[in-house]
């Protein structure tokens, strides 16, 4: 038996909420000693007080928790719940660190306001392309896009011949942008004009082979770092189009150079292209 001080070192709660706790009912002492008022705890109920701090992790308040132990909750069913606790924890750290990640990058744009980007921007046209590719919602936004991806790289191989795939892209169907439920096509140029089939992909989606339109006019750059960053990019277009008087008429393409692998997505390079037309004079001063 222990009393109340010395429970409280072995438990690791305060005397404080073990009285909390025992005002509450949740967790009585084993025996008051009827002369002193002394409290004394037993090690035997270590278990129920760590089910008590473990559904209070889990945001309970203590009088469900209260109900909960009256139930009798089997520790299989606490487990589950700690579980589904820490996937929701660790999918908030992720968040975060995400959030982190745009925040800083957003940084280096404020920095570099009312400076013209140092950045080369080609125009080019671009021919017509053969595409194997598969057309997504990616409803939890470039996440989504990653792994689909990923699982188009892991499974062309063994469909088909390696000696005539071209680079990966990228397509947005979206005429805004969203972070979320993202209408994305994403593929890989097929070298060979004789090739006809379809790629089944392991999470059910098929790859079907299409022809990309050319474009006259593409204004390109090219993007180092991690796609979360890829904005920095896209605004860097934006400025050069704005200063150089032209108009972006349709949606973007990133052309892969370098993928963002696992833990070295800051050495991923695209090429990001944008359709655009020169804006008549005349309309340029008309902009407000």
């Not at 070192?9 to 005397?15: D, G, N, P, Q």
């Not at 520790?75 to 990640?101: F, S, Y």
């Not at 397509?171 to 097929?190: A, P, R």
């Not at 277009?237 to 972006?248: F, R, T």
Request: hydrophobic share 40%; aromatic share 4%; proline share 5%.
């Amino acid at each position: 038996m222990f009393q109340i001080g010395e429970f409280s070192k072995i438990a690791r709660v305060t005397t404080r909420m073990l009285r909390h706790y025992d005002k509450l009912g949740l967790l009585t002492p084993d025996k008051i000693d009827e002369q002193t008022g002394y409290r004394y705890y037993s090690a035997q109920q270590l278990p129920r007080l760590n089910r008590i701090i473990a559904l209070k992790d889990l945001g309970l308040t203590l009088d469900q928790i209260g109900r909960l132990l009256e139930e009798s909750i089997s520790a299989d069913e606490i487990r589950g719940m700690l579980m589904m606790k820490k996937a929701e924890i660790e999918q908030t750290l992720a968040d975060e660190v995400e959030r982190l990640r745009s925040v800083e990058s957003r940084l280096v744009q404020v920095e570099q306001e009312g400076v013209l980007p140092d950045v080369e921007v080609i125009l080019k046209s671009v021919p017509k392309k053969r595409l194997l590719a598969v057309r997504e919602i990616c409803h939890n936004g470039l996440p989504d896009a990653l792994a689909l991806f990923k699982e188009i790289t892991m499974a062309l191989p063994a469909h088909v011949d390696q000696n005539i795939l071209g680079q990966f892209v990228a397509l947005s169907h979206s005429e805004t942008f969203l972070s979320k439920d993202i209408d994305v096509e994403i593929g890989v140029f097929i070298e060979d004009q004789d090739y006809e089939g379809e790629v089944n992909l392991p999470g059910g989606e098929t790859m079907v082979l299409r022809e990309l339109p050319a474009v006259e006019l593409m204004a390109t750059m090219i993007a180092v770092g991690a796609p979360d960053k890829r904005h920095i990019g896209y605004g860097n277009l934006g400025l050069w189009a704005e200063a150089n008087g032209y108009a972006i008429v349709g949606n973007e393409r990133e052309i892969i150079i370098e993928p963002p692998l696992p833990g070295r997505e800051e050495e991923g390079v695209v090429e990001i292209q944008l359709p655009v037309k020169k804006i008549e004079e005349e309309s340029i001063r008309l902009l407000p």
